[in-house]
């Protein structure tokens, strides 16, 4: 008859490497019916002075999670099998079983989960060497308790949100009251759990990210009477612990303190465990910890759940303004053998039903395809949709981007400012309740008031740059332009990249020389014609763009402008553009596009093209200062 011996309290102990022999001597004093000393106790004592012998700065409570990581990983490794199945309970080995072959199943998709993961970088998770999950795990095996239930509706009792709870009954009780007749069921994520005794437990679960919260009130007298689980009270109540999603079924009433709870009538539901701690009350403050666990920073953060329901309150004011106007919104395509619109590095890639030899990128924008879509007769249409360019990241620069652009024929461009005008203003007051917005200027905390109120303030920028540099040449397109520009460039101590074209100089002068000045809402009106490929001329001797852009906070929100429905002067411009791609490595530039020239041959009506970079606008109304924190999840550098 074999003895068996104590329960362990915890599966931990045995290190990877010890010999046979001692796995041997070890099991025989373990299972000995003269003393029966539990394998748990035995390993703590023999490998916990070990341990701090080996790692002298080590706490005791770091000690015993080593010792147990030991005991964890002999057991998860085939080749101690033999070893692990003696030092376990009849009871433990068919958990020891499901371990091994759960290791062996990791082994095999290990190369293939390597191969597609998205980041090779370190989670929490997968950092926690703390015996928790596995002991966890082993406690749902001995209840014979599936974790992971399926889920089904509690008959004829309703789903009652904490905030529904609070607003129905939080004014209709006094201190101590009930109503015993109402029964409701909550559901969320236990935040607290506080055992007043073994037979009373209070959870306070939490709903929407910790944004409303209900305390429920577990005693076993209530629960004895509808059992809902084969599990006893004091087990139910024992497997829980705060970050598991959880149910409970009861009547809704008032402690003696006054709090609006949900009073038990029956064990309460383990819908999906929590394997790991949540970082609560330390909080995730790194921002590669926050940004390769995004799941943690949703739950630990409150501005980070913030950032992304201002994006959609953005999305939706858009779609709303837009729709009401009698735009339709389309979508183009986003994987093209094409790319233009803007001056931007692509993405490319091939596919294999076409080919190596035909290259297909990634759109930069779509202002090439919805302009056809008006000269197909849509006269008013819009796409609200992601971007893609391969250039650098930085605080206002994502390679992946949301876009709103519209285009209405026969609107000029000061329809577009005064459309633009009202975007802002209402969606502010949509979303921040008021029209000005309260903004960080600097990582040292500075704040400044943006005031949304119309009309905003108007500069033109051929004007400002030959007032502040009169020694600017008047013909840009002269060949003495370049050296020239680069002179005063270099005189006024202003890097430029290479390479060295018109353009990029021109908007190197005015980022330094203008935008600065663009902290309240501004239109930057009067570019050269030569930054604007794709726009109308004023017909201003000096050659400016029909065009605008809005910048706030020295950062640009919205760029417009009067299409260029001209197809020989737009073959002329693309002309003048590839010469800087041939002749100067401008990468930026895109090829000339023949296929929307000939689509202008049969008429593009006098229109007005708008775009506005969506993450910029969530970033000023969540009061963010990187892009990142506007998206759900971002690109990190492994």
Known sequence: MTTRVAKPAKPTAIKASTTKA???????????????????????????????????????????????????????????????????????RPLLRALLAAAKTADKLRPVATKYSSSSATTIASADKRPIKSMRESIFASLELQPYPRYTPVP????????????????????????????????????????????????????????????AVVSQKRCNEQPASGISFSDSNRILLAGDLVRIAGFVGKTGLGETSVFATRNPELLAPCLHTIPTRSGLIDTQKRFRNRHLDLLVNPRARNALETRAHVLRYLRSF???????????????????????????????????????????????????????????????????????????????????????????LEDLMQTTEQIIRGMCEKVAGSTAVQVQTDNNGGMLEIDFTAPFRRIHVTDTLYEQIPELPHDLDSADALPAILN???????????????????????????????????????????????????????????????????????????????????????????????????????????????????????????????????????????????????????
């Open 22 to 92: 001692k796995v041997a001597k070890r099991t025989t004093k373990a299972t000995g019916a003269a003393k029966k000393v539990s394998p748990y106790n035995k390993f703590m004592k023999a490998k916990l002075g070990e341990y701090k012998k080996n790692h002298p700065n080590a706490t005791h409570k770091e000690a015993f999670i080593g010792v147990a990581a030991m005991w964890k990983t002999a057991v998860e490794n085939p080749k101690n099998a033999v070893a692990a199945k003696n030092m376990l309970s009849t009871r433990q």
């Open 156 to 215: 004829e009792i309703p789903v009652l949100s904490a905030q529904q709870i609070h607003e129905r009954w939080d004014g209709l009780f006094g201190k101590g009251e009930k109503d015993e007749e109402s029964l409701v069921v909550v559901q969320g994520r236990i935040r607290s759990k506080r055992e007043a005794s073994k037979k009373l437990v209070f959870y306070d679960i939490e709903q929407e990210g910790g944004r409303h919260i209900i305390q």
């Open 322 to 412: 837009l729709d009401s106007r009698g735009f339709i919104e389309v979508e183009t395509p986003v994987l093209s053998a094409s790319v233009g619109g803007a001056a931007a590095r692509p993405f490319t890639t091939h596919s294999v039903a076409l080919g190596e030899e035909t290259p297909l990128f990634l759109r930069i924008a779509p202002e090439l395809y919805l302009k056809q879509l008006v000269v197909g007769g849509i006269d008013r249409v819009y796409e609200l949709g992601k971007q893609f360019r391969n250039e650098g990241i930085d605080a206002d620069h994502n390679p992946e981007f949301t876009t709103c652009e519209f285009y209405q024929a026969y609107a000029t």
């Open 488 to 638: 005063i460039l270099s005189q006024r101590g202003i890097a430029v990249p290479r390479p060295h074209t018109v353009p990029r100089l021109l908007d190197r002068l005015i980022s330094h020389i203008i935008e600065p000045q663009c902290q309240q809402p501004t239109f930057l009106i009067g570019h050269p014609a030569i930054m604007s490929p794709l726009s109308k001329e004023t017909g201003d001797p000096r050659h400016t763009a029909a065009r605008f852009e809005l910048f706030v906070n020295g950062k640009e929100l919205v760029n417009a402008y009067e299409e260029l429905n001209d197809p020989n002067e737009q073959r002329r411009k693309f002309a003048a553009q590839a010469r800087e791609r041939n002749d100067q490595g401008d990468e930026e530039v895109p090829a000339p596009d023949a296929v929307f020239c000939d689509a202008l041959e049969f008429g593009l009506p006098p229109t007005g093209g708008w775009g506005m970079g969506v993450d910029r606008v969530v970033a000023l109304l969540a009061g963010v200062r990187h892009l990142r924190e506007t998206v759900s999840f971002t690109l990190l550098k492994n």
